[in-house]
Structure formats: structure tokens, C-alpha cells
């Protein structure tokens, strides 16, 4: 479910700002999300390795769980790139997209999860994507607009992915 279009900064604003949503579960996580595009306009997506939490095998986009520690969300997503694809990828986070809400089943805790997705987009400006967390990540792969078979997408990757085609259908 899509949220809101306008960047919060951190928790108290986001908070704030889910007040207004009645549907949203108290125990929700935060979640910051990159649409990274690399130099051909290719959106880079993760397969998702077995030591993930739900949906393995899934195309899922950059990024992760926010923590208490986190000052903002973009600091928040540029610790999750660093985790995620190391210190050689060198990746411009751009603009706010959009805020959507999603549950996923936890298979490590046999629980359903909510969550809030913080989705930016970004550019893979140069370097090399490593793959830092081998155990939740098998390799990335690239897709322009309109190429992705969505049955492939992770649930919540699957929302952000047709929101994202809708706005940069340019990019195509």
C-alpha cells in the first residue's frame, strides 16, 4: 500500500506522519530502499540467498532494516549500501520516491512482519557491486523497465517496482 510521496528525515517526523494511517500496525520496522539505476538505466536488483528471513530466491532492491542508531533514514540507507554492496560501489542516493506499507511472513521467527518501506532512487555512478552478506544475497542482475518478470519480485519489491515504473517510464 502506498503511503506518502514526500521525504521524512527521521523517526519523529515519520511517526508523525503515520499517525494519519489507521491500517498500520503499532509493531511495524522500518525498512530505507534504494532503486539504484546503473549507467544504462537498468534497475540492480539482489536474488535473495537462504539465510534470508522471507522470500529467498526473490529480486529484491538494495537496502534493509533501519536501527535505533540511525540519525536519518539516508544515513541509515547509506549504511545499508556499504553492508550490502561494499565500499567500491560508488552510489548516489537521489530523490525521495514514495513510503508503502507491506507484510512479509518471517521464517525465522514463523511470524508475519509489517513494515514501512523509505524508497529512494539512486545511481550506481561507478565501481563494482560486491557481494558483502553471501548468506542473503546470490548476485545481482539487471533490468530495464518493462524487462523484470514480477512473479520473480519479493512481495514488497513487487509494489515498489510498479511505482517506480510509473514515474521513471522515461527511463524505459
Given at each position: 500500500m502506498q503511503l506518502f510521496t514526500h521525504e521524512v528525515n527521521n523517526m519523529e517526523q515519520l511517526e508523525e506522519e503515520l499517525r494519519k494511517y489507521r491500517e498500520i500496525s503499532k509493531d511495524y520496522e522500518i525498512a530505507v530502499i534504494l532503486c539504484a539505476f546503473d549507467k544504462d538505466n537498468k534497475i540492480i536488483?539482489?536474488?535473495?540467498?537462504?539465510?534470508?528471513?522471507?522470500?529467498?530466491?526473490?529480486?529484491?532492491?538494495?537496502?534493509?532494516r533501519v536501527k535505533k542508531s540511525d540519525i536519518s533514514f539516508r544515513e541509515a540507507l547509506d549504511r545499508e549500501i556499504i553492508e550490502e554492496v561494499g565500499e567500491e560501489a560508488n552510489i548516489e542516493i537521489e530523490e525521495f520516491i514514495t513510503a508503502t506499507y507491506g507484510v512479509t511472513f518471517d521464517n525465522r521467527y514463523n511470524k508475519e512482519q509489517t513494515w514501512v518501506y523509505l524508497v529512494y532512487k539512486g545511481r550506481l555512478k561507478s565501481g563494482n557491486l560486491k557481494i558483502e552478506e553471501p548468506d542473503k544475497c546470490l548476485g545481482y542482475e539487471r533490468y530495464k523497465i518493462g524487462e523484470v518478470d514480477e512473479n520473480e519480485l519479493s512481495?514488497?519489491?513487487k509494489e515498489i517496482y510498479k511505482i517506480v515504473s510509473r514515474k521513471y517510464d522515461y527511463l524505459k
Open positions: 536488483f539482489q536474488r535473495r540467498g537462504p539465510g534470508c528471513r522471507d522470500e529467498r530466491l526473490k529480486l529484491e532492491t538494495i537496502g534493509g512481495n514488497g519489491a
